[in-house]
């Protein structure tokens, strides 16, 4: 099994930067495929980025593509994300997940959940 803890969530300004972090625990991270989900209010959980075990693949949504972007440090047992130009409808609690092996932009299919990181985005 792996625990999953997120950091780095906030208020920021249309236009700013944040950048997520999401440690992980317990079994050899380099095993998991790690992926990045968001909810925000009255809507359902969305994928937003996916990257395979060894940093290769990543995987985003249309609506985060060319501002986000997911990279890991196995060394560090770490996911990241980085998200720039950030929008108001980038508001949301920001998941991070882990599945063996493989990338899915599915969150069904992963195992492994943390609790999660608030993102405000202030117009």
Known sequence: QVQLVESGGGLVQAGGSLRLSCAASGRSFGVYAMGWFRQAPGKEREFVATIGCSGGIP?????????????????????????????????????????????????????????????????
Do not use: H
């Open 59 to 123: 995987s985003y949504a249309d609506a985060v593509k060319g501002r986000f972007t997911i990279s890991r440090d196995n060394a560090k047992s770490t996911v990241y994300l980085q998200m720039n130009v950030l929008k108001p409808e980038d508001t949301a609690v920001y998941y991070c997940a882990a599945r063996e092996r493989y990338i899915s932009e599915y969150y069904s299919k992963y195992n492994y959940w943390g609790q999660g990181t608030q993102v405000t985005v202030s117009s």
